[in-house]
């Protein structure tokens, strides 16, 4: 223990004001003065838990002195403080004599050292504070007399170094690096309180509450041990003093007990399985973990290559260094549509076009619209070829309104490509059509809000952009068939690629019900984020005029001029490898969802390749293949951080729904935690009727499962496992 930490001990707001308490008359405050123990023996019931050896102090204890005696014996002991060896004074909290602490005399045992200081001074001790069991209830430092460095000193002892003796008082001995299966204890518990209470550790008014429900969690990764459970769950009764060790602080031997009670309490709750809370804690670190896989830590992404590829460095080169991932990716949706009757033929031999869907994640106020310009560069040849078609489409509906035969058919070399955020099903349809007619080229929309995108159809669901999604990222069929005369009418391929953006919150309900089915996966996600030393003003961005069009122009009219099947060697190659080096990341990691995810991000990494290899004149280089590599690896990144928790949460619920099978009971056809409307859905499956709240409460009484009111869900018990994993 330091100096620093000492004083902050004796001098914090409410040991002052316990004190002043005590000596008010109030004794019952007593117990929740700090307590330190100077004084440690080498015996079983005797030695301070955690303490190998006695220490280099002895702790004495003057009692029941007169005012008159005080001062006499105070001046004693300070005159005789170097023949004693004194290392600490203090006045004892009812002010009716001292707390004493000497060095240790190795030729005596402890009796000896006290009647040894005792005969030296002249005074009596305290005969009862002769053994651990008896502490010295600390006052402040305004009743500090004395005080000597050396206390804090380190010695030599029996060729060892042994640190400090004055120590706090304490039953338990929390351990900041224990862990399980190799994961921190603190980052579990750190994550628990992230997941089920903001983020927030457990203060006066919900600790005991909160520790219990917590201690109920751990304790089956504890082993049901009450003391490893005392080393690996914080003392939230603590106060946490600046520049002590972690875990360490000041409490009364009453709020210790009463720690140590809740803990207690929670090992008499009937056992269970793991606890659901607990499988998701689990799991959220174990997705943690794989976004590391991905190249970047859990708060930065994979840094960019240093060196880019022309096109990318053009496009790049006027927004500030965090925002270009963001705009290095978000380009390609825009670059895309330039390609039009082109192929690319992966290392499977399934032929891609250029299809990206890029959707930009990251809070409110962060710079998202820095995208904006480069794409209008990118766009502004097509929005030029747009004008006169729109005009034409216009012309034409005025000499053929509507709910009318017909005049005249429209002309079919109308092509619009760069659609707005407000469309009717026929509308969407119409421009499918004539896009794939006039060279099978792209549609385009952008959106500030992902929101947007349902609006670009007559359904205005989430789950039509989800499924326009999944048909645009395999240029499947698309359109309508109508009957009726005036009816648009038509099918083609969708070639459609957009950017859009959002927050984490919205993104992560937008796509709730489309992590699992291929939806997410099929994204391009980049994001941007600041750290907290970052500028938080506004960016301040280059200049966009005629120079930066000219520069851009030559690489556009290469992806316009295109045409055919398209392949490259170099690229194939590299996809490969990026696929053997997923797979060996995904198992490392242990994560599913990573494994899952990477297969696309790998085919949209290699388009983005594709794409440059031929806005490069069909050249490949090492800046090319370094840059789909770490697009590849950010991607993935982008999609664990925001998307991966949950795709691993549902990917395990499906094995342990389904590992089952044969002729089994219902029971066990159920997760080990399940929750009342999963129980429903299997009694559906297994055409049982009736709501089975008969059967619930069956399984209930002969200790089959119980019913955890934290988590909400029913969990089968530790009998019951065991009974079943003998029968299987």
């Given amino acids: 223990m330091s100096v620093h930490m000492y004083l902050a001990l004796r001098n914090g707001g409410e040991q002052q004001s316990i004190l002043k308490a005590v000596r008010s008359g109030d004794d019952s405050r007593k117990a929740s003065l700090v307590q330190m123990n100077y004084s440690c023996l080498p015996n079983d019931d005797g030695t301070l838990k955690g303490s190998k050896r006695m220490s280099t102090t002895v702790g004495m204890d003057i009692d029941h002195l007169t005012a008159e005696e005080m001062p006499v014996v105070r001046e004693r002991i300070l005159t005789k403080k170097d023949e004693l060896g004194l290392r600490m004074l203090e006045e004892s909290a009812r002010g009716m004599g001292y707390h004493l602490v000497f060095q240790r005399r190795a030729d005596l045992d402890q009796v000896g050292n006290l009647k040894w ?177 991905c190249g970047g830590t859990l708060t930065t992404p994979p840094p960019m290559p240093k060196k880019l590829p022309p096109l990318v460095k053009l496009l790049t080169k006027n927004v500030p260094w ?183 919150p919205n993104a992560r309900k937008f796509f709730f019900k489309m992590v699992n089915d291929g939806t997410v996966s099929r994204l391009d996600i980049s994001t941007i984020i600041h750290s907290d030393d970052d500028d938080d003003t506004a960016p301040i961005l280059g200049i966009y005029d005629h120079q930066f069009a000219a520069e851009l122009k030559p690489y556009i009219d290469r992806l316009e001029a295109a045409n055919g099947l398209i392949e490259c060697a170099q690229a194939k190659k590299l996809s490969l490898e990026m696929k053997q080096e997923n797979k060996d990341a995904a198992k490392l990691y242990e994560s599913e969802a990573y494994r899952v995810f990477s297969y696309r991000a790998n085919v949209i990494a290699w388009l983005k390749g594709m794409v440059l290899y031929v806005a490069h004149g069909c050249k490949w280089s090492k800046e090319i293949a370094d840059f789909v590599r770490w697009t590849q690896q950010y991607n993935l990144w982008c999609k664990m951080l925001y998307f991966g928790q949950q795709l691993e949460k549902e990917l395990r619920e499906e094995v342990e729904i389904q590992r089952q099978s044969g002729p089994q009971n219902l029971l066990e056809l159920l997760p080990e935690e399940f929750t009342k409307e999963q129980y429903r859905q299997m009694r559906q499956q297994q055409g049982k009727s009736g709501d ?35 029968k299987s």
């Fill in 322 to 504: 965090f925002y270009k991932p963001a705009v290095a990716n978000a380009v390609f949706p825009a670059l895309g549509v330039h390609l039009h009757g082109v192929k690319f033929r992966y290392w499977d031999n399934v032929e891609h076009e250029a299809t990206f869907m890029n959707i930009l994640i990251g809070r409110q106020s962060i710079g998202k619209g820095t995208i904006k310009k480069p794409i209008e560069y990118i766009m502004e040849d097509i929005k030029q070829r747009d004008q006169p078609n729109r005009q034409r489409e216009a012309e034409w509906k005025q000499k053929n309104p509507g709910a009318k035969q017909k005049k005249d058919p429209r002309p079919t070399d109308i092509c619009i490509q760069m659609l707005i955020d407000n469309l009717t099903d026929a509308v969407f349809n119409q421009r499918i059509v004539d896009a794939n007619n006039n060279g099978q080229r792209f549609i385009y929309t952008i959106v500030d809000e992902i929101e947007g995108l349902k609006k670009v159809t007559s359904k205005g669901t989430v789950d039509e952009v989800g499924l326009l999604i999944r048909k645009a990222f395999d240029n499947s069929d698309a359109g309508q068939e109508r009957v009726g005369a005036d009816s648009v009418s038509g099918i083609a391929p969708l070639r459609w690629n957009f950017n859009a953006s959002t927050t984490p």
């Fill in 692 to 726: 089975g709240e008969s059967t619930l409460r069956q399984w209930q009484s002969r200790g089959h499962i119980v019913y955890d009111e934290v988590s909400g869900r029913y969990c089968k018990t530790e009998e019951y496992i065991k009974k079943f994993r003998v």
């Fill in 117 to 293: 200081a005792s005969e030296l001074l002249e005074v009596a001790y305290d005969a009862q504070a002769k053994d651990i069991t008896r502490v010295f209830f600390t006052t402040t430092e305004a009743e500090l007399v004395f005080l000597d460095d050396a206390i804090f000193e380190k010695a030599e002892v029996g060729g060892q170094t042994e640190a400090v003796t004055v120590i706090q008082c304490d039953s338990s001995k929390y351990d900041p690096e224990a862990r399980y299966n190799g994961v921190l204890f603190k980052d579990i518990v750190a994550k628990y309180w992230e997941l089920f209470n903001d983020g927030k550790e457990p203060v006066e008014g919900d600790r005991n509450a909160l520790t219990f429900e917590l201690a109920v969690t751990l304790r089956s990764i504890c082993g049901f041990s009450l003391e490893k459970m005392m080393a690996v769950i914080p003392n939230y009764w603590r106060k946490p003093l600046s520049n002590s060790p972690e875990g360490e602080g000041i409490c009364s031997a009453e709020e210790e007990a009463e720690f140590r009670k809740t803990l207690e309490n929670a090992l008499k709750e009937p056992r269970k399985g793991m606890p659901y809370r607990l499988k998701q804690v689990l799991q959220a670190l174990k997705s943690q973990q794989a976004v590391k896989a």
